[in-house]
C-alpha cells in the first residue's frame, strides 16, 4: 500500500558551519524516523494511523451534513409536539427521511474508508518529496562549502626536490654565516581550491615534519620551517616568535618547507628554527642515523588536515649526494 522511500541520508554530519551542520544533523536524525512510519510500520501502528486519519477527516463532514441535518429535521416536531400535544406530524415522512440520512453516511463512510489508505499514503510520500529537497538542498550548500573550502597540494612538477648550493656555516649572535654550500631537501606547497571564496584562504598553516628510518623508527618529530618566512635570528628582540613556523596561503600561491640538509660529512640533518639556537647549526636531536629515510609532513589550520609522504636517501657510492625516492609513491592522505 505504501511506497518504501528511496531516500538515504548521504551526507556528513561533520560540516563545521553550525547552522548548516545544525540542519544536516536534523535532518539525518529525522529522515529513518520518516522512513520507518512510512516504509517499516507495523500493523497496529499502521491501524492506528489509518483510524487516526479515517476519523479525523470523516468526523466534521458527518457532523456538518448529516448530523446536523437529523437535528434540523427532528427538534422542530419534537418542539411542536411539546408545545401543543395534540398536533399531528407526519412520523412517516420523518422516518423516510431519517433512512435517506443513514443511506447516504454509510454510502459516505464506505467511499471514505475506500479512500482513507490512498490519502495516508499521498500524505506520507509529499513529506518523503519535502524530505529529499530539504536533503538536495543541504547537499547542494555542502558542496558550495566543500569546493570554497581551501585545498593544499604539492605544487608539481619537482615539488619535492634538492636544493643543490644552499649557503650554511656557523651561526653568531643567531646570525648564519655561510662557509660551504650543502644540498637541501625541500618540499613545496600551493592552494588549488576548487573554487574561488573568501574562505578559500588557508590562514595560519602549520606543518608538522616527522622523519623515519626504514625500519619505521621515528628519529625527529619537529615544526617545520617555511622557507619565506622570516629567520629568527632577524627578529628584533622582544618581539614574540610563536608565529614564525605558520604562514597564508591565498588562492595559487606557493611556499616552500625545509626538510634537511646534507652535510660535507655526508650526514643528514633536519632543519627548522631550532637550527638557529646551534652555533654550527646542527642540534644533536636533528641528526640523522642511517641512509634512507622517509618523511611525514602534516600540514594543519582551518579547514586543512593534509598529510603527504615520500623518502629520500644518500646516493650510492658517493659521500654526498641525495635520491628523491618514488617507491613508495608519494601519497596524500585526507
Request: charged share 20%.
Amino acid at each position: 500500500m505504501f511506497r518504501q522511500p528511496d531516500l538515504l541520508c548521504g551526507l556528513s554530519a561533520n560540516v563545521t558551519i553550525l547552522p548548516l551542520a545544525e540542519g544536516i544533523i536534523f535532518f539525518c536524525l529525522r529522515e529513518p524516523e520518516i522512513v520507518a512510519k512510512v516504509g517499516n510500520s507495523g500493523f497496529w501502528e499502521y491501524q492506528k494511523r489509518f483510524w487516526n486519519l479515517f476519523l479525523g477527516e470523516a468526523a466534521p463532514w458527518a457532523r456538518d451534513n448529516i448530523f446536523w441535518g437529523i437535528a434540523v429535521l427532528i427538534i422542530p416536531p419534537i418542539v411542536a409536539v411539546i408545545r401543543n400535544r395534540s398536533a399531528s406530524l407526519d412520523w412517516e415522512m420523518v422516518k423516510l427521511t431519517l433512512w435517506l440520512y443513514l443511506i447516504a453516511l454509510v454510502i459516505y463512510l464506505l467511499v471514505h474508508f475506500i479512500r482513507t489508505p490512498w490519502k495516508l499514503d499521498q500524505k506520507w510520500a509529499t513529506e518523503v518529496e519535502c524530505l529529499k529537497t530539504e536533503r538536495d538542498k543541504y547537499a547542494a550548500k555542502s558542496k558550495e562549502i566543500e569546493d570554497a573550502k581551501p585545498r593544499i597540494v604539492l605544487r608539481e612538477p619537482n615539488a619535492i626536490h634538492v636544493a643543490p648550493d644552499v649557503g650554511i656555516g656557523p651561526v653568531v649572535s643567531g646570525f648564519l654565516h655561510p662557509t660551504r654550500t650543502v644540498p637541501f631537501i625541500k618540499v613545496r606547497f600551493v592552494n588549488r581550491p576548487k573554487g574561488n571564496y573568501p574562505n578559500s584562504v588557508a590562514r595560519g598553516v602549520n606543518a608538522r615534519v616527522r622523519i623515519f628510518d626504514l625500519s619505521g623508527q621515528l628519529q625527529v618529530d619537529m615544526a617545520g620551517r617555511w622557507d619565506d618566512t622570516t629567520q629568527p635570528s632577524h627578529i628584533p628582540f622582544g618581539v614574540s616568535k610563536t608565529e614564525l613556523p605558520s604562514v597564508d596561503f591565498g588562492i595559487e600561491q606557493e611556499h616552500g618547507l625545509d626538510i634537511a640538509y646534507q652535510d660535507t660529512d655526508g650526514l643528514f640533518v633536519a632543519w627548522n628554527n631550532d637550527n638557529y639556537d646551534y652555533p654550527d647549526a646542527r642540534p644533536p636531536n636533528h641528526v640523522l642515523t642511517g641512509k634512507e629515510f622517509v618523511v611525514e609532513v602534516k600540514l594543519s589550520a582551518a579547514w586543512v588536515d593534509e598529510t603527504f609522504k615520500f623518502q629520500f636517501a644518500a646516493a650510492a657510492g658517493h659521500s654526498r649526494g641525495i635520491i628523491i625516492s618514488t617507491s613508495p609513491a608519494i601519497q596524500a592522505k585526507t
